[in-house]
């Protein structure tokens, strides 16, 4: 079966600081994706950053970056330079066709 | 510009009245999702089509219908809602053809509708 853990119910963090979200997986599926998605209070679903389980580099989009360990079955997400529009909720989602997804993480960014 | 669009954000429902929430996209994406989001958790899948082939998951109540009438609309059917079924409710989609490694399909997400049942 496919699990996927986010261990951190919230995160504070300073403004112009980077933070890193943990997210750790389980599967038996030799081909999966990996996917960050946040979500503001108004509750759109907001596509981050995408990791195959083949690609051999870690995804970076802007100052999203995707910390893949695939031996430790970890997929963190680093944001670089907090901003205040960041505070959210992010996701961690697993699948190919279809996305198991983790119970999220608060962010809270601070000035 | 947006590619996908769901109607209304809100809805407001009784109790075992039937309502109906849309989604439409502009990507021409060929696999379209269902998901319920409850307060404080994860969205969870409830149905999905590729093209016109109909998925529903194993858990997704009988209460939940589904139509596609065509690739840009799809459907949620809450044939007689409960005041459990009050969630969000987030369209995505999808395409098969997204190039990049085999069988993963990046997903899109609407909005969502926010379903109130009173």
């Known amino acids: 079966a496919q699990k996927i853990t986010q261990t951190q119910p919230g995160m504070f963090v300073q403004e112009k600081e980077a933070v890193t979200l943990d997210c750790t997986y389980d599967t038996s599926d030799p081909s999966y994706g990996l996917f960050w998605y946040k979500q503001p209070s108004s509750g759109e679903m907001i596509f981050l950053i995408y990791?195959?389980?083949?690609?051999?580099q870690n995804a970076t989009e802007g100052r999203y970056s995707l910390n893949f360990q695939k031996a430790r079955k970890s997929a963190n997400l680093v944001i670089s330079a907090s901003q205040l529009g960041d505070s959210a909720m992010y996701f961690c989602a697993m699948g190919t066709d279809k996305l198991i997804f983790g119970t999220g993480t608060r962010l809270q960014v601070f000035p | 510009d947006a590619m996908v669009i769901q109607n209304p954000r809100y809805q407001v429902t009784q109790f075992g009245k039937p309502v109906t929430l849309s989604c439409s996209q502009t990507l021409n994406h060929n696999v379209m999702y269902w998901y319920q989001q409850k307060s404080s958790q994860a969205p969870k899948l409830l149905f999905h089509y590729y093209d016109k082939d109909f998925n529903n998951e194993a858990d997704t109540p009988d209460n939940f219908q589904s139509r596609r009438p065509n690739t840009s609309f799809c459907f949620l059917d809450i044939r007689s809602p409960g005041l459990g079924d009050a969630a969000m409710y987030l369209c995505?989609?999808?395409?098969?053809?997204?190039?990049?490694?085999?069988?993963?399909?990046?997903?899109?997400f609407g909005p969502g509708t926010r379903l109130t049942v009173t």
């Open positions: 990791q195959g389980s083949y690609d051999q």
């Open positions: 995505a989609t999808s395409s098969d053809s997204s190039g990049g490694q085999d069988d993963i399909y990046e997903q899109y």
